[in-house]
């Protein structure tokens, strides 16, 4: 059936470092692929997203890159801060919904 | 200011209490979705509405119902509440006029079932 798989589950990283999360999805009638940051106790914003036309996209310190043809699509973020901890989701749409990942949870140490 | 509005934010009940759980927006949007997220976890999506007097299951199985008398309000109610109910539900809403049909979020009722 339709699903995305998210990897890592949990990432850890010093403060300054990169972090990367990749998710994979099933439905090649995917278009759009947006991420969402959940801090804690707080509702998922999103950051940023992509739409099956564009293979890179960028915003200040994060960027995403889609691969069409493996179904795989990433979340970048480079210079990590310690306001990144949270937990971050990646999702594909689908006609009248989107389907999520499990989510990441990223850890940056000062 | 444009935005979603859930109440309560925090619920504790009783089991077998019937409860609705409230949802509304100012953002002008036509479709609306419930989900249910454990803390940091996947959410889920139980139920989602294209527009006033449409709604359909997502793909959680759900004991809950959902209404859509009006745009901006899709309330989810549950007739018997249950411990495996408790969870967290976001309700969120997006627009069938923008092309990538983004979806922005409430924040979220916490339901407790003793």
């Known amino acids: 059936g339709e699903n995305v798989e998210q990897h890592p589950s949990t990432l850890s990283v010093q403060e300054g470092d990169s972090a990367v999360i990749k998710c994979t999805y099933s439905?090649?009638?995917?278009?759009?692929f947006p991420w969402y940051k959940q801090e804690l106790g707080k509702r998922p914003q999103l950051i940023i997203d992509?739409?099956?036309?564009?293979g890179e996209k960028k915003d200040q310190r994060i960027a995403v890159t889609l691969n069409k043809t493996a179904k795989h699509f990433s979340l970048h973020i480079t210079e990590t801060q310690p306001e990144d901890s949270a937990v971050y989701f990646c999702?594909?749409?689908?006609?009248?919904?989107?389907?999520f990942g499990q989510g990441t949870t990223l850890q940056v140490k000062p | 200011e444009a935005d979603i509005y859930q109440t309560p934010r925090y619920l504790v009940i009783g089991t077998g209490k019937k409860i609705t759980l409230e949802c509304s927006q100012t953002?002008?949007?036509?479709?609306m979705y419930w989900y249910q997220q454990d803390p940091g976890m996947e959410l889920h999506l139980i139920h989602y509405?294209?527009?006033?007097?449409?709604?359909e299951k997502g793909d959680l199985s759900s004991e809950s119902t959902v209404s859509r008398i009006r745009t901006e309000h899709f309330p989810l109610t549950l007739e018997s509440a249950r411990p495996s109910h408790t969870s967290q539900y976001l309700c969120?809403?997006?627009?069938?006029?923008?092309?990538?049909?983004?979806?922005?979020f409430g924040p979220g009722t916490r339901l407790l079932v003793l």
């Open positions: 509405s294209y527009g006033v007097n449409s709604t």
């Open positions: 992509i739409r099956s036309n564009v």
């Open positions: 999702a594909a749409s689908l006609p009248g919904k989107l389907i």
């Open positions: 969120a809403s997006s627009s069938r006029n923008t092309p990538q049909e983004t979806q922005y």
């Open positions: 439905d090649s009638a995917s278009n759009y």
């Open positions: 953002m002008g949007h036509d479709k």
